[in-house]
């Protein structure tokens, strides 16, 4: 036996506690370790409560801050020595000071415990060794902030109510600091040392039940927590819970009817709907405030998402107007903006709180005025006698789509460049935290022209090139929402302009390929850099004509606003070519041609670089041109261009085409999509997705050493908030593509994007509502999913790019209809019927071409819906098309009669249906 067992086994025959801390703390981990496995050999069953404090001391030096437990001694039974060494192991020599450590470490995120049983404090409290802070005694009997499991229990576990008597006793000392932990709104389980299995739910429902806490104190703390703005909704339902299950009387909660009503201007859906339940119980109680209640409405009539809360508010108010006629006006007035409401059930139920007026009032007229053009068709009729025949009135408009001719570029949209060396060395630092697209254009623009500088401004262009570093630097592509792919390769195109030895692209790309042989780690990052350098050719150009010193303009720079090309400016720069017969970059010339504004005037004499270059230039700005084949020899992926630059409709169809080695001038392969549910291996999981004939790229695998300028857009997985309005600018007039890499990243499971792609879409979204132009199949597949997105604020946006889309008679609505009703009418039911619904509405408040709009979408959904198909919710939408039929009068197609007749035999939706199909009997 080892001296530190033989050591230890003299303290404990002779009961030696004083000193046990500093002896075991004085050990070396191997001693311990040697002596803890001693210690699990041997039997200490009838130690002594000297022997077993020392066995404590001894076995718990090594105890996690996640393993906290009860000493399991009698500590009444300690005497002065053995409280002494007690105060030692606990480290509350100075009390005062250990507090205040206690609560800094509970403050702090990690929120560590204090390691004190909560019966040894309790103890050294009594005995006058420590101070009473009601903050540390709390924290010694549970756990703050974190490890918590997050169920609510109103009972006790089996076995539980007798081990919480026997461990707390009922004073009023213990019944203070177990409700310091219910003040606290854990509302968790596994909150105390002692015990996993206790709750603080249920202690406090027991000691409420038992008559130790007064129900009305409780009842005041709740809605202490109630008024809490700073409470996480999961603790505001835990005391919900406990304010259910303590289940107050009609006389004890009419007695809180005002903090009650106080619930309905609460911003927690939660708390309204709770609030409203309680006051639907005492409605009928003689000292219910009606005036109070009918006051306080403006808290919930203008909320969102509160359906069920309006209701219940709605069954309150007309069971009491009907027994208090005198409380109708004054309800009808406050009531009015109910009206804002989407949902038809609840206009409906304020629609009866009307109907008790015993007539026509000036006054309710007057409150309801705003509110009519959201009133739904059935309820102004129900009202018209009270509105009036001029209110009733609806505008509605056929929608027709018009040709899309862009302005010609003027001198007022021109770019002005960067026109001096200090404007420049400016830029250079700019350009680098920019999100300006314009500014990254200038720069590559002005470097062609001030690349000198670092010959004689050297020490100047310092700043910048540190700040390039900073980026380029940073192997592993650290892509935030700042500092893009288009940040970065700017960066490397600094540093290798700036760079005192020879640096080019090819050099770092060999590196590159010299880390993978040797480790395979690498791979991931290596293609993610391979890939960069084919899609930004145009950089990796800018530097080799530098290094060279041989410069010419590029062709691609835009000369007017929304990144566009005047066709005189780009044969002037294509002239510049040709006098030192130099063909142009493919990127360059593919970008150019996506940018060049077609519809300016064209100059009748041009330059001539090659045959083909000739042919292809013919072939893009001649609308009457039609496309030869033959003619393609060395420029497949410029021809390709041009090709989908004059018949958009087929991008989608070629590059794919084109990316999978066919002639896609001959039978592209046809895109398309549809929504389908996939399933795990048990089946006891499913989850919607969107099924292409086209997959995201594999940066373990791809190669895009071989795509053509538009392929790449079937390969790029760098998609971040910061790149997105580059991606736009470099396609100018040709954006499907772009929108099939768009959804490729971001809808692959539809609607439920991942939060890291918000940004990004939200991005997308805006970028279009402030450069609304015609869309095309992927971008109205774009659209739709972005309208019945699980994010509020991409609808919202969304929204807002289809309202103007309308308004500027962008929009065609059989590629919108059909995109829209191939997610609603679908057998995976993927789209909440609640989001195209809200959308409907909005559209439906706009009136005008819009009602037109809404009509032909929701007749398309009618079309192509099958019985067995029918989503949950879908009698919102079914709503719609009742209130629509009522504006354009026009008679319903045969085949959506049809299909309404068989739907009659739907539970959810006959309703609906038998409004709509009475209309026309």
């Known amino acids: 036996m080892k001296k530190i067992c033989k050591d230890y086994e003299l303290r404990i025959k002779n009961e030696e506690v004083t000193g046990t801390c500093n002896w075991i703390k004085g050990k ?31 076995a718990r030096i090594h105890s996690s801050v996640l393993n906290i437990k009860e000493l399991d001694i009698d500590l009444q039974t300690l005497d002065d020595v ?34 004190i049983p909560y019966s040894v404090i309790r103890e050294l409290y009594n005995r006058g060794k420590v101070p009473f802070d009601r903050q540390i005694f709390v924290a010694c009997l549970t756990r703050f902030n974190v490890w918590h499991g997050a169920s609510y229990s109103k009972d006790f576990k089996e076995g539980m109510k007798e081990k919480f008597y026997a461990f707390f006793p009922q004073d009023d000392f213990t019944i203070d600091i177990l409700m310091a932990v219910f003040e606290m ?16 739910a249920a202690i406090i429902i027991e000691l409420v039940t038992s008559g130790r806490i007064p129900r009305a104190t409780i009842q005041q703390k709740l809605f202490e927590a109630f008024n809490n703005p700073t409470l996480k909704q999961t603790t505001h339902g835990w005391a919900k819970n406990i304010y259910r299950d303590l289940a107050f009387t009609a006389e004890e909660n009419s007695v809180c009817q ?29 000292s219910f405030d009606w005036n109070l209640f009918i006051n306080s409405l403006d808290g919930i009539v203008y909320s969102e998402k509160l359906t069920g809360g309006l209701k219940t508010a709605l069954a309150i108010l007309y069971k009491g107007l009907k027994k208090d006629k005198n409380l109708v006006e004054l309800c009808c007035v406050n009531l009015a903006p109910i009206f804002l409401q989407e949902d038809n059930k609840v206009q409906l139920a304020a629609q009866k709180c009307y109907e008790l007026l015993p007539e026509p009032n000036e006054e309710v007229k007057e409150a309801l005025l705003p509110f009519i053009d959201t009133m739904h068709s059935e309820v102004k009729s129900a009202l018209s006698a009270l509105l009036g025949e001029s209110e009733v009135a609806v505008s509605y408009d056929t929608y027709l789509q018009k040709a899309y001719i862009p302005e010609p570029c003027n ?36 470097i062609l022209r001030y690349y000198n500088l670092k010959d004689t401004n050297y020490k100047t262009l310092q700043p910048a090139l540190k700040q390039a570093k900073r980026i380029a630097e940073e192997q592993y592509l650290d892509i935030t929402a700042r500092v893009g792919v288009h940040h970065v390769m700017v960066a490397e195109l600094i540093c290798m302009w700036l760079s005192p030895t020879p640096s080019n692209f090819s050099m770092e790309k060999q590196e590159w390929e010299q880390k993978v042989k040797k480790e395979d780690r690498f791979l991931y990052t290596a293609n993610r850099w391979y890939a960069l350098y084919y899609r930004f050719k145009r950089v990796v150009y800018v530097l080799d004509q530098i290094q060279l010193k041989k410069v010419l303009p590029l062709l691609s720079t ?21 006098k030192v017969n130099q063909i142009p970059n493919e990127t360059d010339f593919c970008t150019a041609m996506c940018r060049l504004n077609r519809w300016s005037p064209i100059p009748k004499e041009r330059p001539s670089i090659s045959q083909e270059h000739d042919d292809i230039l013919a072939f893009l700005l001649d609308d009457k041109a039609s496309f030869n084949p033959q003619k393609i020899k060395n420029l497949d992926s410029i021809w390709l261009t041009a090709y989908t630059l004059k018949n958009p409709n087929k991008a989608i169809e070629a590059t ?117 132009v015609p869309l095309h199949k992927a971008g109205y597949l774009f659209l739709t999913l972005s309208l019945f997105c ?48 809200e959308q409907f509405d909005r559209l439906f408040q706009l009136k005008g071409v819009f009602i037109d709009v809404l009509h032909q979408t929701i007749e398309v959904i009618l079309t192509n819906i099958t019985l067995e198909n029918i989503p949950k919710g879908f009698s919102k939408i079914l709503h719609y098309y009742y209130e629509v039929l009522q504006i354009v009068n026009k008679p319903i197609p045969k085949n959506i009669a049809a299909t309404l007749h068989k739907m009659q035999q739907i539970n959810s939706i006959k309703k609906e249906v038998k409004k709509i199909l009475s209309l026309y009997e």
């Open 28 to 58: 070396v981990w191997e001693e311990r370790k040697y002596l803890d496995e001693h210690l699990l050999k041997l039997s200490t069953e009838n130690y002594t409560a000297k022997q077993s404090l020392i066995l404590r001391i001894v």
């Open 82 to 115: 053995d409280i002494a060494e007690l105060i030692v192991f606990y480290n509350l020599e100075n009390p005062e000071k250990r507090y205040q450590e206690i609560k800094a470490d509970i403050a702090s995120p990690e929120s560590f415990l204090t390691r």
């Open 790 to 837: 699980s994010k509020t604020p991409i609808r919202t946006g969304a929204f807002d790019w289809l309202e103007l889309l309308i308004t500027h008679q962008y929009l065609n609505l059989d590629e919108f209809t059909l995109a829209t009703s191939k997610l609603v009418a679908n057998e995976a039911n993927a789209i909440p019927m609640a989001r195209v619904a």
């Open 656 to 772: 794919i085409s084109k990316h999978e080695n066919q002639d896609w001038y001959k039978t592209p392969t046809e895109w398309d999509w549809t929504v389908a549910r996939r399933y795990s291996e048990d089946r006891k999981y499913s989850w919607a997705y969107l099924e292409q004939n086209i997959k995201h790229a594999d940066i373990y695998t791809v190669n895009v050493t071989q795509n053509s300028y538009l392929e790449h857009h079937l390969t790029n997985t760098e998609f971040i908030i910061a790149d997105v309005s580059h991606w736009f600018s470099r396609d100018g007039y040709l954006q499907d593509p772009l929108y099939v890499n768009l959804i490729l990243n971001a809808f692959n499971y539809l609607s439920d994007i991942e939060a890291s792609e918000t940004k990004s879409i939200l991005e997308v979204v805006k970028y279009n509502a402030e450069h609304p």
């Open 558 to 578: 835009p000369t007017h606003n929304h990144f566009e090309i005047d066709p005189i400016v780009f044969f002037e720069r294509l002239e510049l070519y040709k």
């Open 258 to 286: 005002n903090q009650l009503i106080q619930l309905l201007y609460n911003d927690r859906n939660l708390l309204v709907n709770f609030g409203l339940q309680e006051l639907k119980k005492i409605a009928n109680h003689k």
């Open 411 to 446: 001198a007022k949209n021109k770019i002005q460049y960067i026109d001096s060396e200090d404007d420049f060395i400016f830029l250079t630092s700019k350009v680098l935290k920019s999100n300006d697209v314009l500014d990254y254009e200038l720069f590559l623009e002005g």
């Open 185 to 200: 709104e854990l509302g968790v389980d596994s909150a105390f040392f002692l015990d996993r299995e206790f709750n603080i």
